[in-house]
């Protein structure tokens, strides 16, 4: 069973940046979709960006176009998550996911792995 491990949550000012990593271990996640969601408290998990297997094709939420970016090592096993000119509604809690369908998509239900989280406050 894959194991997924997100890092590089914090606290950060508004018009910060970050980049949160998610490492897997125990099995390969290189032929699978990699999703970002985050949680807010009070709030349903929502999506914010996928990335294909090659690393090529990305899709991002409305809120997070141009300011995030996804990619991924997969020599490495690990997806990343650049976040720029962070905003206070960036606040959560960030979860990578592994996806079961081969294009990945926007809904929770269609991932099957997920890391513990990484927190991310964006201070105003």
């Known amino acids: 069973q894959v194991q997924l491990v997100e890092s590089g949550g914090g606290l950060v000012q508004a018009g910060g940046s970050l980049r949160l990593s998610c490492a897997a271990s125990g099995g390969t996640i290189s032929t699978y979709p990699m999703g970002w969601f985050r949680q807010a408290p009070g709030n349903e998990r929502e999506f914010v960006a996928v990335?294909?297997?090659?690393?090529?094709?990305?899709y991002y939420a409305d809120s997070v176009k141009g300011r995030f970016t996804i990619s991924r090592d997969n020599a490495k096993n690990t997806v990343y998550l650049r976040m720029n000119s962070l905003k206070p509604e960036d606040t959560g809690v960030y979860y990578c996911a592994r996806g079961t369908t081969g294009w990945g998509t926007v809904n929770p239900g269609d991932y099957d792995c997920w890391g513990q989280g990484t927190q991310v406050t964006v201070s105003s």
């Open positions: 990335v294909r297997w090659s690393g090529v094709t990305t």
